[in-house]
């Protein structure tokens, strides 16, 4: 069974601080892996796409890997405004395959 | 501006009455998806559309209606809504479906009462 698991479920950082979020996933047939930034009350808002293993992606202070088993959102010195749920998901088919999101707080 | 808009943003209503939720896109995607948000589950798709008069059904289809007359719309139809359809809702497009991106409308709040 095609799926999607994210961890950790919630992660607080102090400004400056940097980590990684995980992405872990089972499919058949990978076509994409995707990392969207959903604020409170709005739509998802995609980011990167990551197509096959090895694949690194960057944009301002985020970075997406990609292995055969898992992907990792690399946040370095993060903000304030960085606070967001982060959501992964896969392509399989004509469908995507959605985890359920890791909420990032940071204090300043 | 490129964007997927919702209407109602916000719907409060009675078991059993008919709703529709619409859904227009102007990036001229062929692609149109229906998704249902609620806290622990992720996004869970409804329906979605490859074109015109070519629907399907997602992972939580039952309960739920979907058209596709026209390239830029696709309404989500509730004939006889239930309690446990209150959610978030999000109507997404794409150029041609996966892997391409997908666009998401800013969601539509739904209590069912």
């Known amino acids: 069974e095609d799926q999607v698991t994210q961890s950790p479920e919630a992660l607080r950082l102090q400004e400056g601080e940097s980590s990684s979020l995980n992405c872990s996933y089972t499919?058949?047939?990978?076509?994409?892996l995707f990392w969207y930034r959903q604020d409170p009350g709005k739509g998802p808002e995609f980011l990167f796409t990551?197509?096959?293993?090895?694949e690194e992606k960057e944009k301002e202070r985020l970075k997406a890997t990609l292995t055969k088993k898992e992907s990792f959102l690399h946040i370095t010195a993060p903000k304030p405004e960085d606070s967001a749920t982060y959501l992964c998901?896969?392509?399989?088919?004509?469908?995507?395959?959605w985890g359920a999101g890791t909420k990032l707080i940071i204090k300043p | 501006e490129a964007q997927v808009t919702q209407n109602p943003r916000y719907l409060i209503t009675v078991t059993g009455k008919k709703l529709t939720v619409t859904c227009s896109q102007n990036?001229?995607?062929?692609?149109m998806s229906w998704y249902r948000q609620d806290p622990g589950l992720g996004l869970r798709q409804i329906y979605y559309?490859?074109?015109?008069?070519?629907?399907d059904k997602g992972d939580v289809p039952e309960g739920y209606k979907v058209s596709r007359k026209e390239k830029r719309n696709f309404p989500l139809i509730l004939e006889s809504p239930s309690p446990n359809q209150t959610s978030l809702y999000f109507c997404?497009?794409?150029?041609?479906?996966?892997?391409?991106?997908?666009?998401f409308g800013p969601g539509t709040r739904l209590t069912v009462t």
């Open positions: 997404a497009s794409s150029f041609s479906g996966v892997p391409y991106e997908q666009y």
């Open positions: 990551l197509y096959s293993a090895g």
């Open positions: 998901a896969v392509g399989s088919n004509y469908q995507l395959i």
């Open positions: 990036m001229n995607h062929e692609y």
């Open positions: 559309s490859m074109n015109v008069e070519a629907t």
């Open positions: 499919v058949s047939g990978l076509r994409g």
